[in-house]
């Protein structure tokens, strides 16, 4: 590795610790009150936003990931399934942007398992602050991620012709409840990356929760053409009230049942998934 | 509990922690006094790491009970976070963020307002040497760089206790002066410090106290003269000329010294222990008298030296087994350090 080109500069001073500059930052000052749970998430959404800074990479599940999705599905299936690719995209794209964010949220779990393996939790565990700060603020960075992708999708989908017919407040009003539900969706990956011992393993399951929820649904086809038990299924799967909520909202009307039962799971989902993770948080 | 009648920053009392079939602690009992350096002293696998996290509130242990300065470190976690700080083993810092923006952000994160805590960041980039590596990520600093912006981060809150886990392994010569330095600085503005260290030498220099830990139990405990002098108060490392004088040579040294005297794998070398239990010549002395036999006897000495028992031989002589770890202590600390 190149460590000793890196770290010596090109004039290298040698650190002599001087007792007086060091006995001047030990001083007590006045130590500041400790911040607020909603200022220490923050913070913690701020580094999120650094790391972001510093490694741009990053962004790429969030920006090249979903223009695929969107491309991959729409000439795929558009002419098997409805009478042309635009026509579907009119149906699908609602759901294509559920699904790809959706799917993002396991990255949460990933990010955490790998950061936690390092060091630097140690640090903010041993921080006299509202306990939950550091994951809160961790998906609060991921919500921007969230928001990033479905941004990206909606701009691939207008480019092809997707045309929401409630306009830009129908759009927004979209993309919140997709937020909403992926902050609250991010808990179970929270758990998952802290219980499972590898990265690789945290995929794994990733991988067997997504892909059943994501297609047992209706974003791809109508559930009237599918068996009864599938059919079951794919009611209660939250993925299908969200993407009828979500349809509905970006198309100008609105679906309350779906919207609230969105809700309902979000709202669940944080509750439980939130107690189990700060559970193990604490029992590390 | 008051805080400070009692003059403690740390007690323990039979603090027990296992890993699944590993035995962590076995029951870990410590007294550091308050505004002293103490030193947790073992080889790798013998609980120091456990110790700590368990002291510093990461690891709940499973049984027995401490208290950092009063509070008690599972019932009353946050008040006793409030006054510790921790640099772990394993770089406590974020390695993706540059060193500045890692100090800014604990600042934040204790409470300071912005401009505050840059200032305070500055601050300790000047005292730590670090100003110009300031706006460099830290994956990028070097060894001694990077334990020197760990600590920084460490005292950003003015701890009363301060945990070191292992501040010098793996650092050069010069850094781990730099690092004593600190430590120094760090102990005579009134912190305390609680450091763990495989080395003997470390504990010496910074220590009032020590306690060997082995197997999850300490061993023994004292200022770094009382363990050394229980051990014999130095060894004496011998090269002959002739090969063929070495068990006249044990022979004599065995009668001068009150220690054991070794063969060593070269065979015209041999290590002596001076002064054992209860020998009351100081060991310069001791082993000037073993010399002179020697001389008298017409054996040559090529090389003499006289030097302060090894951790290793302070491990032989407490538990009869060398301070290095099986392969199993060496899982153990590692999924301790998770």
Same mark, same amino acid.
């Given at each position: 590795m190149s460590n000793e080109t890196t770290t010596t500069g090109p004039a290298p001073t040698i650190y002599v610790p001087s007792m007086a500059a060091l006995s001047t930052v030990l001083a007590h000052g006045a130590r500041p009150r400790r911040p607020s749970p909603l200022s220490a998430s923050l913070t913690f959404g701020w580094r999120a936003l650094l790391k972001v800074k510093h490694v741009p990479e990053q962004l790429v599940d969030v920006t090249a990931f979903p223009i695929i999705m969107v491309l991959m599905f729409t000439y795929l299936f558009g002419g098997a399934l409805a009478d042309s690719p635009r026509d579907y995209l009119q149906f699908f794209l609602p759901g294509i942007m559920v699904t790809s964010v959706v799917m993002i949220t396991m990255y949460t779990g990933v990010g955490l398992n790998t950061d936690i393996e390092k060091g630097v939790f140690d640090r903010f565990r041993t921080l006299p602050l509202w306990r939950p700060a550091a994951l809160v603020g961790m998906i609060f960075g991921d919500v921007l991620r969230y928001v990033l992708a479905a941004v990206v999708i909606l701009g691939v989908g207008l480019a092809l012709g997707f045309r929401p017919g409630g306009g830009l407040l129908g759009v927004l009003g979209g993309i919140g409840l997709l =937020? =909403?539900?992926?902050? +609250?969706?991010?808990?179970?990956?929270?758990?998952?990356?802290?219980?499972?011992?590898?990265?690789?393993? =945290?995929?794994?399951?990733?991988?067997? =929760?997504?892909?059943?929820?994501?297609?047992?649904?209706?974003?791809?086809?109508? /559930? +009237?053409?599918? /068996?009864?038990?599938?059919? +079951?299924?794919?009611?209660?799967? /939250?993925?299908?009230?969200?993407?009828?909520?979500v349809r509905a909202v970006m198309s100008g009307t609105s679906d309350a049942s779906s919207t609230m039962w969105a809700l309902v799971w979000s709202a669940g989902l944080t509750v439980v998934f939130g107690i189990l993770t700060m559970y193990r948080y604490n029992r590390r | 509990m008051s805080r400070r009648n009692t003059g403690l920053a740390i007690e323990a009392e039979g603090l027990t922690r296992s890993f699944g079939a590993t035995r962590a602690l076995a029951g870990v009992d410590l007294q550091v006094p308050a505004g002293t350096v103490y030193g947790l002293l073992g080889p790798n696998g013998a609980g120091k790491t456990t110790t700590v996290r368990v002291l510093a509130t990461l690891l709940r242990p499973d049984g027995g009970r401490a208290r950092v300065f009063?509070?008690? !470190?599972?019932?009353?976690?946050?008040?006793?976070?409030?006054? !510790?700080?921790?640099?772990?083993?394993?770089?406590?810092?974020?390695?993706?963020?540059?060193?500045?923006?890692?100090? !800014?952000?604990?600042?934040?994160?204790?409470?300071?307002?912005?401009?505050?805590s840059r200032e305070r960041a500055q601050h300790l980039l000047t005292a730590f040497g670090l100003t110009e590596a300031a706006d460099r990520q830290v994956k990028r600093y070097s060894g001694g760089m990077r334990r020197r912006i760990d600590i920084a981060a460490s005292i950003l809150n003015t701890p009363d206790l301060l945990f070191l886990d292992e501040p010098t392994t793996g650092l050069d010569p010069r850094s781990r002066s730099q690092v004593w330095e600190i430590v120094r600085a760090v102990v005579a503005h009134g912190t305390t410090v609680l450091l763990t260290t495989q080395y003997l030498e470390e504990a010496d220099q910074l220590a009032g106290r020590i306690a060997v830990v082995d197997h999850g139990k300490v061993i023994a405990e004292g200022t770094p003269g009382e363990l050394k002098s229980s051990v014999g108060s130095g060894t004496v490392h011998l090269r002959l000329r002739d090969p063929g004088q070495r068990p006249e040579a044990e022979r004599l040294l065995r009668t001068a010294l009150a220690g054991s005297v070794q063969l060593e794998p070269d065979p015209v070398a041999l290590t002596a222990r001076v002064g054992g239990h209860g020998s009351d010549l100081d060991a310069s002395k001791q082993a000037a008298r073993a010399l002179r036999d020697l001389a008298r006897a017409g054996i040559v000495v090529d090389n003499f030296a006289l030097g302060q028992p090894s951790l290793d031989e302070v491990f032989l002589a407490l538990t009869d087994h060398p301070a290095v770890p099986t392969e199993a202590e060496r899982d153990e600390q590692l999924e301790a350090a998770r």
């Open positions: =937020v =909403v539900f992926s902050f +609250a969706f991010s808990w179970v990956w929270t758990f998952f990356g802290l219980v499972l011992r590898s990265e690789k393993s =945290v995929m794994g399951v990733s991988m067997m =929760v997504l892909f059943p929820l994501t297609f047992l649904s209706n974003v791809f086809v109508d /559930p +009237a053409t599918m /068996p009864g038990w599938l059919q +079951a299924f794919v009611k209660v799967n /939250p993925i299908t009230q969200l993407v009828a909520s | 009063g509070h008690d !470190v599972v019932t009353e976690a946050d008040a006793a976070r409030a006054r !510790v700080s921790l640099t772990g083993q394993y770089a406590s810092i974020d390695e993706d963020l540059t060193g500045l923006e890692n100090l !800014v952000l604990l600042g934040r994160l204790l409470g300071y307002r912005k401009p505050a």
